[in-house]
């Protein structure tokens, strides 16, 4: 009889614990990010890739990379069925989430370098990037560091809003050390770099920030020929151009993946939330190159503006389209 009574609390402890304690996902996630372009022609996807490859690392994730081509919608569509996330960081991407995540209510959505406001649904959880701030202080250093007379450019594959918010977050900085300061600025457009860099070099531009996206290696083999400096962008560049990078604009493409991923991974998943990356929580950064000594003044000047910054004395827009809805919630 003791035996029997001790047999059945012994089971009804158990059964209590396994109650309480947390479900634990029988199959490995399913994540897909989505790409607009290779994996490897845009520093932004490169370190996308790279965030996925670390949540492996930390919980069981059945990763797929997509190379998102043709019917975008079509593509999209696909993912959303098969996958229990779906990670995305494009503008037409972002409009095609926008209309399409009502449909798919049981898939959860990341959405990086969206707006300020986000996409506002219960099913999709965004990142956005302050990246007017390092923009400003690549301006304010770049002013500091090239001769009276000489220009500052500005060279993207094509206009966006998120180069928009760089851009003028740029010329505020460049601006502020120097209020005499001239921008030239160029659009690639399938023209050739060694043409497009010669010619701004022929304005007067003595820096260029390249904010050349999936060009940028070609802008940086062209750079290595001009009489020029360059800004980097998304990731530190200095190692493709040696001693022609000082610094680079740094936004954690790879951390905000490996955020999203693990909060879908251990329900703290928020919808209708967007996580703003700034340099006071280091989601972005000026990183200056390894092989490159700034001079003690622009050194200076770059930590004033940092803590001005970081303190909301400065305070910059953000141009990117604003993309609040419903999404058929």
């Known amino acids: ?50 965030g996925l490859a670390n949540t492996a690392k930390k919980f069981p994730v059945q990763a797929s990379v997509l190379e998102a081509k043709g019917d975008l919608g079509a593509v999209f569509a696909k ?3 098969e996958h229990d996330l779906v ?34 649904s219960k099913n999709i959880m965004s990142v956005t990037f302050a990246d007017a701030e390092p923009a400003f202080l690549a301006g304010a ?25 760089m851009l003028e977050g740029f010329i505020a900085g460049a601006q502020i050390s120097r209020p005499d300061m001239r921008i030239v600025r160029r659009e690639a457009r399938g023209r050739n770099m060694d043409a497009l860099l010669s010619e701004m070099r022929t304005e007067g531009a003595a820096m260029v920030f390249l904010a050349t996206g999936p060009l940028t290696r070609e802008s940086l083999a062209a750079l290595a020929d001009q009489p020029l400096w360059g800004v980097g962008l998304d990731m530190d560049q200095s190692p493709l151009a040696p001693k022609k990078i000082p610094f680079s604009l740094v936004k954690r493409f790879d951390r905000a993946v490996e955020e999203l991923v693990l909060a879908r991974a251990n329900g703290t998943f928020k919808g209708r939330e967007t996580l703003v990356y700034n340099l006071e929580n280091k989601g972005v950064a000026l990183v200056q190159a390894r092989d490159a000594r700034l001079p003690a003044n622009v050194q200076r ?21 604003p993309t609040l809805c419903n999404c058929l919630d």
């Not at 001005?308 to 827009?317: F, T």
């Open 87 to 120: 990670l995305l960081a494009s503008p037409r991407l972002h409009e095609i989430l926008r209309s399409q995540a009502g449909n798919f209510p049981r898939t959860s959505f990341g959405c990086l370098d969206t707006s300020i406001l986000g996409l506002r």
């Open 1 to 50: 009889m003791i035996r029997h009574a001790l047999f059945l609390l012994t089971a009804t402890l158990l059964s209590l614990l396994c109650l309480a304690a947390p479900q634990i996902q029988a199959q490995p996630l399913r994540v897909a990010l989505l790409l607009e372009g290779q994996r490897d022609d845009h520093a932004k996807n490169s370190l996308m890739c790279q």
């Open 301 to 321: 000047r770059l930590q004033e503006l940092s803590r001005e910054l970081e303190a909301g004395n400065i305070v910059l827009e953000d141009k990117r389209t």
């Open 79 to 81: 993912a959303a069925k």
């Open 141 to 165: 250093a770049s002013a500091l560091m090239v001769g009276a007379g000489q220009k500052l450019g500005w060279l993207e594959d094509e206009e966006s809003p998120q180069s928009r918010t």
